[in-house]
């Protein structure tokens, strides 16, 4: 199945806007594989995560089909990138303790991903999956935000955004699951942070693309009214999991 490019046209804003995962998160992976030195970020984007592995990891092979995220991506001594499919990875057999993807699995093809990790990963390794669910804010501000994901781009979001809405349940996982606490990502953001992460959704740009016009501006107005006076405000992501390790 040919790649779906759905960031390439948005690296670098991606890349500013997109929010960060807790340092917790990655000393929890690290538990899970304690002896571990390597890692496999798959589907790492502009290597937000990859980057955090590499605080606990000796080495993160970071890889991304689009060249674009992978020219965007965050240098670090430890984090090696490579652009390639997820399906096709490159790595050697059993090469990695590690094999972590963080809000892309719904763009992969599941069944030749899994046998891909099963190759790639040493025996009882790790495979953490992950994504996250809407971002909270205000009642006064996510109402307006609602607004715009279902009502206004609801019908430019790719097919496989379901998964995500999903919480990845509804994918069939092949490991024995690892129980997972609760995570979220925070950030204290400005409106204009807000409006700017808004604007690196996918359906968005699928919107401008087809219309030639900016579907936030339709919500922009209101949601700067019910910001309010306030600098900054706290935007949450919980996260979601599917956690599992492979076979001995």
Known sequence: ?????????????????????????????????????VVWDCGTGNGQAAVSLAEFFDKVIATDPSANQIANAEFHPRVEYRVAKAEESTLKNH???????????????????????QRV??????????GYRMHRISPEVDVLVDKLYE???????????????????????????????????????TVDQVLGYLRTWSSVQKYIQ???????????????????????????WPLFFRIGRLPS
Request: proline share 7%; charged share 30%.
């Open 95 to 117: 090469e990695v303790d590690l094999i972590t993807v963080a809000q892309a699995f719904h763009w992969f093809d599941f069944e030749p991903f899994f046998k891909e990790a």
């Open 1 to 37: 199945m040919s790649f779906r490019d759905h960031f390439s046209s948005h690296s670098s804003s991606y890349s500013e806007y997109r929010p960060g995962y807790p340092r917790e998160l990655f000393s929890y992976l690290k538990g899970l594989a304690p002896e571990g030195k």
């Open 121 to 130: 990963g040493r025996k009882n390794g790790i495979l953490a999956i992950w």
């Open 151 to 189: 009502e206004i781009v609801g019908a430019y979001w790719p097919p496989e955004r379901k998964y995500v809405e999903e919480e990845y349940k509804t994918i069939s996982f092949p490991f024995k699951e690892v129980p997972t606490p609760t995570f979220s990502m925070k950030e204290e953001w």
């Open 210 to 236: 087809k219309n030639e016009s900016d579907p936030v501006i339709l919500i922009e107005s209101d949601l700067r009214s019910a910001w309010g006076e306030v600098n900054t405000r706290t935007v949450e």
